[in-house]
């Protein structure tokens, strides 16, 4: 009789589990750069509107979460000039922030009676020499937050101002200013507080109509 020897034994066997943390949705941003290098410029005009960014913003047509304000625009850099031009009833609108730096230039209407609109829903910085020029009674600037910085200009007639309400409201912009806001040609309404350091001028023949508080730091030069 033959007789069988059976032994028992145990397989072991081990997994290595590598946990992927679940997929964090990125914060989405449309930025239009407007001389990023050499020479850009942006005309609207003829009753056109030109949007960057969305109010509220998804990373994906699947995603549950929104994000507010999503633009950015960049007028002009430290490597390019960049030269914007609204006029002919048209809008730039930025549903985000824009910065209008080394070599920038906006430009909000080409005549007087030129109706022309630049807004955003965040902050408008005026940095590294740029400049924001209004040509008249009907161009209109909105950011509830605005920042010229040394050096920089924001000089027209026309309105500076928060953001539209209901019923024809504005609400009031909170400005800084290192550098210079000049009236210049006309009228121009700066509807908001104004601290910093910087100077208001007033071009002969212009007038600055001023409603909001103005910091002790700001100079007037007539």
Known sequence: ???WSVR???LEIQFWVKLIPPRIDAVPTSTLTVGAAGIGTLDIGNGSEVAVGAALGKPSNNS????????????GTSSGTGQVTISGNSNLLVYGSATVGTHGTVT?????DDIALFAMMGTLTVDGAGQVLLSGANATLRAP????????LISGAGTLS???GGNATTAFASITNNGTIEANGGILLLHGDIAGTGTLSIADSATMVLQGEVG???YVAF
């Open 1 to 3: 009789m033959e007789r």
């Open 8 to 10: 028992s034994r145990t």
């Open 64 to 75: 549950t979460t929104t994000y507010p304000n999503t633009g950015v625009l960049n007028v």
């Open 108 to 112: 909000i209407g080409t005549s007087a």
């Open 145 to 152: 937050t605005i920042d010229i910085d040394t050096g920089d």
């Open 162 to 164: 928060g953001l539209g």
């Open 216 to 218: 002790g730091g700001v």
